[in-house]
Protein backbone atom coordinates (compact mmCIF):
# COMPACT_ATOMS: atom_id res chain seq x y z
CA UNK A 1 0.00 0.00 0.00
CA UNK A 2 1.22 3.52 -0.81
CA UNK A 3 2.24 5.30 2.22
CA UNK A 4 2.51 9.18 3.24
CA UNK A 5 -0.11 10.25 0.76
CA UNK A 6 0.21 14.15 0.88
CA UNK A 7 -2.86 15.50 -0.81
CA UNK A 8 -5.50 13.83 1.43
CA UNK A 9 -8.58 15.82 0.61
CA UNK A 10 -8.03 14.83 -2.67
CA UNK A 11 -7.10 10.69 -1.19
CA UNK A 12 -10.67 11.25 0.20
CA UNK A 13 -12.50 12.91 -2.20
CA UNK A 14 -11.44 9.73 -4.74
CA UNK A 15 -12.22 7.46 -2.46
CA UNK A 16 -16.21 8.91 -1.62
CA UNK A 17 -16.10 9.32 -5.73
CA UNK A 18 -15.74 5.67 -6.32
CA UNK A 19 -18.20 5.06 -3.33
CA UNK A 20 -20.90 7.03 -5.15
CA UNK A 21 -20.00 5.18 -7.92
CA UNK A 22 -21.13 1.97 -6.70
CA UNK A 23 -23.92 3.49 -5.39
CA UNK A 24 -24.73 4.72 -8.39
CA UNK A 25 -24.67 1.34 -9.81
CA UNK A 26 -26.67 -0.29 -6.56
CA UNK A 27 -29.97 1.96 -6.78
CA UNK A 28 -28.38 5.35 -5.69
CA UNK A 29 -29.63 4.24 -1.79
CA UNK A 30 -27.39 6.92 -0.08
CA UNK A 31 -29.53 10.01 0.54
CA UNK A 32 -26.85 12.51 -0.56
CA UNK A 33 -27.95 12.08 -4.02
CA UNK A 34 -31.05 13.58 -3.50
CA UNK A 35 -29.68 17.40 -3.36
CA UNK A 36 -26.32 16.73 -5.29
CA UNK A 37 -27.95 13.79 -8.06
CA UNK A 38 -24.80 11.45 -9.29
CA UNK A 39 -25.90 11.94 -13.02
CA UNK A 40 -25.17 16.18 -12.57
CA UNK A 41 -21.80 15.63 -11.51
CA UNK A 42 -19.68 12.00 -10.72
CA UNK A 43 -18.12 11.65 -14.40
CA UNK A 44 -17.42 15.38 -14.19
CA UNK A 45 -15.98 15.21 -10.76
CA UNK A 46 -13.39 11.65 -12.17
CA UNK A 47 -12.11 14.16 -14.97
CA UNK A 48 -11.90 17.30 -12.50
CA UNK A 49 -9.91 15.02 -10.15
CA UNK A 50 -7.60 13.69 -12.95
CA UNK A 51 -6.55 17.21 -14.75
CA UNK A 52 -6.25 18.61 -10.50
CA UNK A 53 -3.03 15.82 -10.81
CA UNK A 54 -1.55 16.93 -14.10
CA UNK A 55 1.59 18.45 -13.98
CA UNK A 56 2.65 21.19 -16.27
CA UNK A 57 5.96 19.48 -16.28
CA UNK A 58 4.27 16.46 -18.56
CA UNK A 59 4.45 18.76 -21.90
CA UNK A 60 7.03 21.20 -21.61
CA UNK A 61 9.21 18.75 -24.26
CA UNK A 62 8.83 16.41 -26.77
CA UNK A 63 10.41 13.90 -24.24
CA UNK A 64 7.93 14.39 -20.98
CA UNK A 65 5.48 14.16 -23.41
CA UNK A 66 6.13 10.95 -24.71
CA UNK A 67 7.00 9.55 -21.22
CA UNK A 68 3.92 10.55 -20.00
CA UNK A 69 1.42 9.87 -22.64
CA UNK A 70 3.64 6.19 -22.11
CA UNK A 71 2.78 6.07 -18.52
CA UNK A 72 -1.26 6.51 -19.15
CA UNK A 73 -1.23 3.44 -21.47
CA UNK A 74 0.43 1.36 -19.02
CA UNK A 75 -1.94 2.40 -15.88
CA UNK A 76 -4.91 2.83 -17.80
CA UNK A 77 -5.55 1.63 -21.14
CA UNK A 78 -3.36 -1.25 -21.25
CA UNK A 79 -5.52 -2.65 -17.80
CA UNK A 80 -8.60 -1.31 -18.94
CA UNK A 81 -8.35 -3.47 -22.13
CA UNK A 82 -7.02 -6.48 -19.96
CA UNK A 83 -9.73 -6.08 -17.42
CA UNK A 84 -12.21 -6.47 -20.52
CA UNK A 85 -10.65 -9.33 -22.08
CA UNK A 86 -10.92 -11.28 -18.46
CA UNK A 87 -14.90 -10.53 -18.43
CA UNK A 88 -14.85 -11.23 -21.76
CA UNK A 89 -13.66 -14.57 -21.49
CA UNK A 90 -15.59 -14.76 -17.83
CA UNK A 91 -18.62 -13.99 -19.49
CA UNK A 92 -17.84 -16.72 -23.30
CA UNK A 93 -17.17 -19.38 -21.17
CA UNK A 94 -20.43 -18.91 -18.04
CA UNK A 95 -22.47 -18.02 -21.15
CA UNK A 96 -21.57 -21.06 -23.14
CA UNK A 97 -22.04 -23.33 -19.73
CA UNK A 98 -25.54 -22.10 -19.63
CA UNK A 99 -25.04 -20.44 -16.21
CA UNK A 100 -25.49 -16.64 -17.90
CA UNK A 101 -27.73 -15.90 -20.53
CA UNK A 102 -25.81 -12.93 -22.28
CA UNK A 103 -25.81 -11.73 -26.18
CA UNK A 104 -22.24 -12.10 -27.11
CA UNK A 105 -21.52 -9.91 -29.87
CA UNK A 106 -19.79 -10.45 -32.62
CA UNK A 107 -16.14 -9.09 -32.81
CA UNK A 108 -16.76 -6.33 -35.32
CA UNK A 109 -19.42 -4.59 -32.49
CA UNK A 110 -17.43 -5.65 -29.66
CA UNK A 111 -14.93 -3.59 -31.39
CA UNK A 112 -16.77 -0.69 -32.56
CA UNK A 113 -18.65 -0.81 -28.62
CA UNK A 114 -15.59 -0.97 -26.97
CA UNK A 115 -13.37 1.86 -29.00
CA UNK A 116 -16.50 4.56 -28.97
CA UNK A 117 -18.05 4.03 -25.71
CA UNK A 118 -15.93 1.72 -23.53
CA UNK A 119 -18.88 -0.62 -23.19
CA UNK A 120 -18.19 -4.66 -24.04
CA UNK A 121 -20.09 -7.83 -21.91
CA UNK A 122 -21.59 -6.06 -19.46
CA UNK A 123 -20.22 -6.40 -16.10
CA UNK A 124 -17.05 -4.43 -16.79
CA UNK A 125 -19.32 -1.34 -18.68
CA UNK A 126 -18.92 0.99 -15.54
CA UNK A 127 -15.50 1.10 -16.41
CA UNK A 128 -16.33 2.95 -19.84
CA UNK A 129 -15.39 6.59 -18.31
CA UNK A 130 -11.71 5.04 -18.59
CA UNK A 131 -10.91 5.30 -21.96
CA UNK A 132 -12.14 8.85 -21.98
CA UNK A 133 -9.82 10.15 -19.06
CA UNK A 134 -7.16 8.67 -21.08
CA UNK A 135 -8.10 10.08 -24.26
CA UNK A 136 -8.82 13.50 -22.51
CA UNK A 137 -5.37 13.07 -20.88
CA UNK A 138 -3.59 12.39 -24.20
CA UNK A 139 -4.92 15.19 -25.82
CA UNK A 140 -4.98 17.86 -23.24
CA UNK A 141 -1.34 16.74 -23.24
CA UNK A 142 -0.80 17.37 -26.42
CA UNK A 143 -2.94 20.59 -27.20
CA UNK A 144 -0.30 21.92 -24.32
CA UNK A 145 2.72 21.00 -25.97
CA UNK A 146 1.70 22.06 -29.63
CA UNK A 147 0.88 25.36 -28.05
CA UNK A 148 3.07 25.90 -25.26
CA UNK A 149 4.91 29.24 -26.14
CA UNK A 150 0.96 30.81 -26.23
CA UNK A 151 -1.01 28.73 -23.94
CA UNK A 152 -3.43 30.82 -21.46
CA UNK A 153 -4.83 29.04 -18.76
CA UNK A 154 -7.87 31.30 -18.64
CA UNK A 155 -8.00 31.64 -22.08
CA UNK A 156 -8.12 27.81 -22.52
CA UNK A 157 -10.35 27.30 -19.55
CA UNK A 158 -13.28 29.45 -21.13
CA UNK A 159 -12.50 28.11 -24.75
CA UNK A 160 -12.78 24.50 -22.95
CA UNK A 161 -16.17 25.72 -21.65
CA UNK A 162 -17.44 26.91 -24.58
CA UNK A 163 -16.62 23.22 -26.42
CA UNK A 164 -18.35 21.64 -23.31
CA UNK A 165 -21.27 23.90 -24.53
CA UNK A 166 -21.34 23.03 -27.91
CA UNK A 167 -21.38 19.17 -26.93
CA UNK A 168 -24.32 19.58 -24.65
CA UNK A 169 -26.32 21.87 -27.55
CA UNK A 170 -24.71 18.57 -30.08
CA UNK A 171 -26.13 16.03 -27.59
CA UNK A 172 -29.39 17.50 -26.29
CA UNK A 173 -30.74 17.88 -30.29
CA UNK A 174 -29.86 14.43 -30.88
CA UNK A 175 -27.14 15.95 -33.28
CA UNK A 176 -24.45 13.36 -32.54
CA UNK A 177 -25.82 9.63 -34.60
CA UNK A 178 -22.86 7.96 -35.11
CA UNK A 179 -20.65 6.11 -32.60
CA UNK A 180 -17.63 8.02 -33.59
CA UNK A 181 -19.56 11.61 -33.53
CA UNK A 182 -20.68 9.97 -29.55
CA UNK A 183 -16.84 9.59 -28.31
CA UNK A 184 -15.61 13.41 -29.87
CA UNK A 185 -18.90 15.23 -28.18
CA UNK A 186 -17.51 13.10 -25.45
CA UNK A 187 -14.56 14.21 -25.11
CA UNK A 188 -15.39 18.04 -26.15
CA UNK A 189 -17.98 17.98 -22.66
CA UNK A 190 -15.27 16.33 -20.49
CA UNK A 191 -11.79 18.04 -21.64
CA UNK A 192 -13.51 21.27 -19.82
CA UNK A 193 -13.33 19.48 -16.20
CA UNK A 194 -9.81 18.08 -17.06
CA UNK A 195 -9.07 22.06 -17.38
CA UNK A 196 -11.37 22.90 -14.26
CA UNK A 197 -8.67 20.53 -12.63
CA UNK A 198 -5.89 22.32 -13.61
CA UNK A 199 -7.06 26.27 -13.35
CA UNK A 200 -8.06 25.18 -9.97
CA UNK A 201 -4.96 23.84 -8.34
CA UNK A 202 -2.98 26.69 -10.29
CA UNK A 203 -5.71 29.66 -9.46
CA UNK A 204 -8.68 28.89 -7.39
CA UNK A 205 -7.68 26.09 -4.52
CA UNK A 206 -5.95 29.08 -1.98
CA UNK A 207 -9.05 31.09 -2.31
CA UNK A 208 -11.56 28.24 -2.10
CA UNK A 209 -9.69 26.96 1.13
CA UNK A 210 -10.37 30.39 2.99
CA UNK A 211 -14.53 30.43 2.22
CA UNK A 212 -15.51 28.89 5.55
CA UNK A 213 -17.18 25.44 5.26
CA UNK A 214 -20.53 26.68 6.74
CA UNK A 215 -20.47 29.50 3.85
CA UNK A 216 -19.37 27.09 1.13
CA UNK A 217 -21.67 23.78 1.99
CA UNK A 218 -24.49 26.06 2.53
CA UNK A 219 -24.00 28.03 -1.26
CA UNK A 220 -23.75 24.96 -2.73
CA UNK A 221 -27.18 23.29 -1.50
CA UNK A 222 -28.65 26.35 -2.10
CA UNK A 223 -27.82 26.76 -5.70
CA UNK A 224 -28.39 22.75 -6.14
CA UNK A 225 -32.01 23.30 -4.39
CA UNK A 226 -33.17 26.40 -6.66
CA UNK A 227 -31.92 24.63 -10.19
CA UNK A 228 -33.75 21.55 -9.07
CA UNK A 229 -37.02 23.96 -8.32
CA UNK A 230 -36.45 25.42 -11.91
CA UNK A 231 -34.95 22.56 -13.57
CA UNK A 232 -36.45 19.76 -11.85
CA UNK A 233 -34.87 16.46 -12.86
CA UNK A 234 -33.50 17.98 -16.10
CA UNK A 235 -30.48 19.18 -13.99
CA UNK A 236 -28.77 15.64 -14.13
CA UNK A 237 -27.60 14.24 -17.28
CA UNK A 238 -27.60 10.24 -17.57
CA UNK A 239 -26.20 8.15 -19.80
CA UNK A 240 -22.98 9.95 -20.57
CA UNK A 241 -21.58 6.99 -22.39
CA UNK A 242 -23.82 7.66 -25.26
CA UNK A 243 -24.31 11.43 -24.31
CA UNK A 244 -27.89 10.64 -24.93
CA UNK A 245 -29.23 12.27 -21.12
CA UNK A 246 -29.20 15.49 -21.75
CA UNK A 247 -32.65 17.28 -21.78
CA UNK A 248 -31.76 21.05 -21.43
CA UNK A 249 -31.88 23.98 -23.56
CA UNK A 250 -29.78 25.67 -21.01
CA UNK A 251 -25.86 24.60 -21.94
CA UNK A 252 -23.65 25.33 -18.90
CA UNK A 253 -26.04 23.88 -16.96
CA UNK A 254 -24.12 20.52 -16.83
CA UNK A 255 -21.03 22.65 -15.98
CA UNK A 256 -22.99 24.95 -13.02
CA UNK A 257 -24.19 21.48 -11.28
CA UNK A 258 -20.55 19.84 -11.61
CA UNK A 259 -19.14 23.14 -10.01
CA UNK A 260 -21.37 22.84 -7.32
CA UNK A 261 -21.28 19.29 -6.80
CA UNK A 262 -17.32 19.07 -6.84
CA UNK A 263 -17.02 22.00 -4.68
CA UNK A 264 -19.77 20.44 -2.24
CA UNK A 265 -17.67 17.25 -1.73
CA UNK A 266 -14.07 18.87 -1.82
CA UNK A 267 -14.75 21.22 0.71
CA UNK A 268 -16.21 18.38 3.05
CA UNK A 269 -13.23 16.26 2.16
CA UNK A 270 -10.98 18.77 3.05
CA UNK A 271 -12.69 19.37 6.13
CA UNK A 272 -12.65 15.78 7.09
CA UNK A 273 -9.16 15.38 6.62
CA UNK A 274 -8.35 16.08 9.85
CA UNK A 275 -9.97 12.73 10.95
CA UNK A 276 -9.90 10.70 8.43
CA UNK A 277 -6.70 11.61 6.26
CA UNK A 278 -4.84 9.26 7.96
CA UNK A 279 -7.48 6.09 7.25
CA UNK A 280 -5.28 3.45 6.05
CA UNK A 281 -8.74 1.83 4.32
CA UNK A 282 -9.51 5.21 2.35
CA UNK A 283 -6.39 5.42 1.29
CA UNK A 284 -6.40 1.34 0.13
CA UNK A 285 -9.74 2.38 -1.93
CA UNK A 286 -8.25 5.70 -3.55
CA UNK A 287 -4.76 4.33 -4.52
CA UNK A 288 -7.23 1.50 -5.89
CA UNK A 289 -10.28 2.85 -7.23
CA UNK A 290 -9.10 1.83 -11.10
CA UNK A 291 -10.16 -2.12 -9.70
CA UNK A 292 -13.33 -0.80 -7.99
CA UNK A 293 -14.98 0.69 -10.91
CA UNK A 294 -14.25 -2.01 -13.43
CA UNK A 295 -14.96 -5.04 -11.01
CA UNK A 296 -18.05 -3.52 -8.08
CA UNK A 297 -20.40 -4.65 -10.84
CA UNK A 298 -19.17 -7.77 -11.25
CA UNK A 299 -19.39 -8.08 -7.24
CA UNK A 300 -22.56 -7.19 -6.95
CA UNK A 301 -23.81 -9.60 -9.18
CA UNK A 302 -22.14 -12.42 -6.86
CA UNK A 303 -24.02 -11.00 -3.68
CA UNK A 304 -27.23 -11.12 -6.08
CA UNK A 305 -26.76 -14.64 -6.13
CA UNK A 306 -26.29 -14.72 -2.39
CA UNK A 307 -29.31 -13.11 -1.66
CA UNK A 308 -31.34 -15.48 -4.71
CA UNK A 309 -29.70 -18.51 -2.74
CA UNK A 310 -30.80 -17.10 0.22
CA UNK A 311 -34.39 -16.44 -0.90
CA UNK A 312 -34.38 -20.21 -1.83
CA UNK A 313 -33.43 -20.90 1.94
CA UNK A 314 -36.92 -19.15 3.05
CA UNK A 315 -35.37 -16.42 4.39
CA UNK A 316 -37.75 -13.23 4.32
CA UNK A 317 -37.33 -10.75 1.72
CA UNK A 318 -35.37 -12.25 -0.14
CA UNK A 319 -37.65 -14.48 -2.10
CA UNK A 320 -38.28 -11.70 -5.08
CA UNK A 321 -34.74 -11.87 -6.13
CA UNK A 322 -35.13 -12.38 -10.32
CA UNK A 323 -33.05 -14.84 -11.46
CA UNK A 324 -33.79 -14.68 -14.92
CA UNK A 325 -32.63 -11.03 -14.73
CA UNK A 326 -29.91 -11.88 -13.10
CA UNK A 327 -28.53 -14.09 -15.56
CA UNK A 328 -29.23 -11.87 -18.58
CA UNK A 329 -28.66 -8.45 -17.06
CA UNK A 330 -25.73 -7.56 -15.58
CA UNK A 331 -27.18 -4.38 -14.20
CA UNK A 332 -29.74 -6.29 -11.96
CA UNK A 333 -30.03 -4.74 -9.03
CA UNK A 334 -32.60 -6.50 -6.29
CA UNK A 335 -34.35 -3.42 -4.71
CA UNK A 336 -37.78 -5.52 -3.64
CA UNK A 337 -36.93 -5.11 0.28
CA UNK A 338 -35.12 -1.67 1.20
CA UNK A 339 -33.58 -3.43 4.28
CA UNK A 340 -31.81 -5.84 1.96
CA UNK A 341 -31.09 -3.28 -0.63
CA UNK A 342 -29.08 -1.32 1.95
CA UNK A 343 -27.30 -4.72 3.00
CA UNK A 344 -26.87 -5.40 -0.59
CA UNK A 345 -24.93 -2.14 -1.33
CA UNK A 346 -22.55 -2.82 1.94
CA UNK A 347 -22.02 -6.36 0.74
CA UNK A 348 -21.17 -5.36 -2.27
CA UNK A 349 -18.77 -2.60 -1.31
CA UNK A 350 -16.84 -5.05 1.47
CA UNK A 351 -17.02 -7.87 -1.53
CA UNK A 352 -14.97 -5.28 -4.04
CA UNK A 353 -12.67 -4.22 -1.75
CA UNK A 354 -11.69 -7.57 -0.13
CA UNK A 355 -11.07 -9.17 -4.00
CA UNK A 356 -8.73 -5.71 -4.27
CA UNK A 357 -7.01 -6.95 -1.02
CA UNK A 358 -6.43 -10.17 -2.97
CA UNK A 359 -5.56 -8.85 -6.06
CA UNK A 360 -3.00 -6.65 -4.95
CA UNK A 361 -1.37 -9.11 -2.44
CA UNK A 362 -0.97 -11.46 -5.41
CA UNK A 363 -0.05 -8.96 -8.13
CA UNK A 364 2.54 -7.69 -5.87
CA UNK A 365 4.02 -11.58 -4.71
CA UNK A 366 4.12 -11.95 -9.04
CA UNK A 367 5.77 -8.98 -8.78
CA UNK A 368 8.74 -9.64 -6.66
CA UNK A 369 8.84 -12.83 -8.16
CA UNK A 370 9.57 -11.80 -11.73
CA UNK A 371 10.95 -8.45 -10.79
CA UNK A 372 8.05 -6.65 -12.68
CA UNK A 373 8.35 -3.42 -13.09
CA UNK A 374 5.93 -1.37 -14.77
CA UNK A 375 3.92 1.22 -14.01
CA UNK A 376 1.44 0.30 -11.69
CA UNK A 377 -2.70 0.10 -12.98
CA UNK A 378 -4.06 0.08 -9.54
CA UNK A 379 -2.91 3.96 -9.32
CA UNK A 380 -6.32 5.85 -8.94
CA UNK A 381 -8.37 6.63 -11.99
CA UNK A 382 -7.52 10.16 -11.16
CA UNK A 383 -3.63 9.44 -11.61
Known amino acids: MKKGKSNKAFMLLSALAIIFVVDSNCGKLLSVARVFPYDSYLMPMLV ?16 AAVAFMKNKVFTQLLPFLGWTLFYGVVTVLLTRLGVLNFAIPDFLSFEKTLLFFGISFGYSDPAWIIPVIFTVNIMYCLSRSVFKKVWNDIAAMAVMAGLGAFAVYLAANGLCPAMYEVFFVKLLFFLQFFELGVFFKKYLEKAFDRVHLLIMLPVCIGINLFLLWIYGTDIAFPNCTFMIGFKTANLVLPLITSVTGIAFYLKLCKALTRFLGESRLIRFISDNTFFIMINHLGCKAIVS ?3 YFGGTLGIRGLQAVDLNQLRTNAWYIYLADPVFSVVGLCLTIVLVVLACFAYTAVKGKLKACFALDRPDENREVES
Open 48 to 63: FISGYFFREEDCTSRK
Open 305 to 307: LLF
